[in-house]
C-alpha cells in the first residue's frame, strides 16, 4: 500500500530539487564516478594484502555491479512507499557503510560484502537522481542530465587519478573519505521534493497503448547496446592499438583520451540540447558512433577515431531518459527498466564480446562495434517514427523555458 499522501506532492511551481540541491547531486555524481573507477587501480594492493589472483581481485567490480543492479530494482519498488528523501538517504548511508567495511575488512569474503553494499546504494543514487533530473526540469531535463551525468565522468578521471597521486594501498582511505562526503551530502537533501508530480492517468497520448512495450523494448535496445560499445572500446581500445603497431603507453594515453571524451562530449551537447530534440541528437550520436569506429579500422586515425567514439556516445545515455518518460509517461517502470539494462550490458558484453574476438582477429575489433552501432541507428531512426519526442525542438536559437518547475531556487 503506498504511503503518498497530498502532503507528499510538490507545490505547483515549485522546483524538484533547489540549487543547493542540485550542486549536492553533482557532488553524488563525481563521487559514483570515482568509486566505480577505484576498484581497477586498487587491485594491486587488494592483491597483496588477501593473497589473492587477479581474477579473484576483479569480482570487487562485479560485486559492485550485481549490488548496483539489485539497488535500481529495490529502490523503483520502494518509490511508491517512501519518499525521495528517504530512499536516497538510504543509498547515502549504504554507500558509506559499504565503503567503510570495504576499507576495514579483515579477510576477502566481508570486503566482497562491503563491494556489494557500495553498490547498493551506487544503484540507488544513479537510478534516484537520473530520475528526478530526468522529471525535474521540463524541457531542459537533458541539458541538466547531461551535466549531471559529465560530473560522473569527472569522478571517473579523478578517483584513479587519487590513487596514482597516494598510491594503491591508500585504497582504504580514500573509500573512508568518499564515504565521509556521501553522508554529509545527506544535509542538502531538504532541498529534494519528497515526490515527483502524478502522472497523468491517461492513455499515452502520442504512442497508444499497444504500442508502448515495443517503444520501451526498443528503448532497452539501444541502451544495452551503446553499452556494449563503451565497454567495448574501453576494454579492447589498447590491445586493438597495440596490434596494429602503437606503443604501450600510446594505447594507453589513447583509451585515457577516449574516457575523457565521454566526459566532454555530455558536457557540450548539454546547451546543444535545448536547440535540439532528443531524436535528432540521438541520430547524430549513432551515426557518428558507427562512421568513427569505420574510421578506427585505418590505423593511423585509429587513436582519433576512438577519441571521436567517445564523443558521440557520451551524450546518449542522459539524452535519451527524458525522451522515453515523456514518450510513455504511463510506465513509472521504464526508467527502471532501461537504467538497469544498461548496467547487465555492461557487465555481459565485455566477455561475450571476447568471445566473438577470440574466434576473430583483433583488428576486427572496430568492425565488430560498428555493427552495434549500425544497429543503434537503425533503431534510432524506428523511435524517431514511433515515438516523437512531444518536449522536443529542432529550432536553432531557441532556448526559452517552458516548463513551469524549471528555475531552481534555493
Not at 355 to 361: F, K, P, Y
Amino acid at each position: 500500500m503506498s504511503s503518498t499522501s497530498e502532503a507528499d506532492l510538490p507545490e505547483a511551481g515549485r522546483p524538484l530539487l533547489t540549487t543547493v540541491a542540485i550542486i549536492a547531486s553533482c557532488v553524488a555524481f563525481v563521487v559514483i564516478g570515482a568509486l566505480q573507477a577505484l576498484y581497477g587501480p586498487a587491485i594491486p594492493a587488494l592483491r597483496e594484502e588477501y593473497g589473492i589472483s587477479p581474477a579473484v581481485a576483479g569480482l570487487s567490480l562485479s560485486a559492485h555491479f550485481v549490488g548496483a543492479l539489485v539497488g535500481v530494482l529495490v529502490y523503483h519498488l520502494l518509490r511508491g512507499r517512501l519518499n525521495n528523501r528517504m530512499l536516497l538517504g538510504g543509498s547515502y548511508v549504504l554507500m558509506a557503510a559499504g565503503a567503510a567495511v570495504f576499507a576495514f575488512s579483515p579477510n576477502w569474503a566481508l570486503a566482497l560484502a562491503g563491494t556489494f553494499v557500495i553498490g547498493l546504494g551506487f544503484g540507488g543514487i544513479d537510478y534516484g537522481l537520473n530520475q528526478l533530473f530526468a522529471v525535474g526540469f521540463g524541457r531542459r531535463s537533458t541539458a541538466m542530465l547531461n551535466l549531471l551525468n559529465g560530473h560522473f565522468g569527472v569522478g571517473a578521471i579523478a578517483g584513479p587519478a587519487l590513487i596514482g597521486w597516494l598510491g594503491a594501498d591508500h585504497y582504504p582511505e580514500i573509500f573512508l573519505g568518499i564515504g565521509a562526503i556521501s553522508l554529509l551530502i545527506l544535509f542538502t537533501l531538504g532541498g529534494v521534493a519528497l515526490r515527483e508530480p502524478r502522472p497523468a492517468p491517461a492513455e499515452d497520448a502520442s504512442t497508444g497503448g499497444a504500442r508502448v512495450l515495443p517503444i520501451i523494448a526498443v528503448f532497452i535496445g539501444i541502451y544495452v547496446l551503446h553499452v556494449a560499445i563503451e565497454t567495448g572500446v574501453g576494454g579492447w581500445e589498447p590491445t586493438h592499438l597495440e596490434a596494429v603497431g602503437y606503443g604501450a603507453a600510446t594505447a594507453a594515453t589513447a583509451t585515457s583520451a577516449y574516457w575523457a571524451a565521454m566526459t566532454v562530449g555530455r558536457f557540450v551537447v548539454a546547451p546543444l540540447s535545448l536547440r535540439w530534440s532528443a531524436p535528432s541528437i540521438l541520430i547524430v550520436c549513432c551515426a557518428g558512433m558507427a562512421g568513427f569506429l569505420l574510421l578506427a579500422t585505418v590505423p593511423a586515425l585509429a587513436p582519433y577515431a576512438y577519441f571521436g567514439v567517445g564523443l558521440m556516445i557520451a551524450p546518449i545515455f542522459p539524452t535519451c531518459l527524458p525522451w522515453l518518460n515523456r514518450a510513455v509517461p504511463s510506465v513509472a517502470a521504464a526508467g527502471a527498466y532501461v537504467i538497469a539494462a544498461s548496467m547487465i550490458g555492461g557487465v555481459a558484453f565485455p566477455p561475450l564480446l571476447g568471445g566473438v574476438i577470440d574466434t576473430m582477429d583483433v583488428k576486427t575489433v572496430p568492425l565488430v562495434l560498428f555493427v552495434l552501432a549500425a544497429v543503434c541507428g537503425v533503431l534510432s531512426l524506428w523511435l524517431r517514427r514511433n515515438a516523437p519526442d512531444p518536449g522536443g525542438v529542432d529550432r536553432p536559437g531557441t532556448t526559452e523555458r517552458t516548463d513551469a518547475v524549471a528555475a531552481p531556487r534555493t
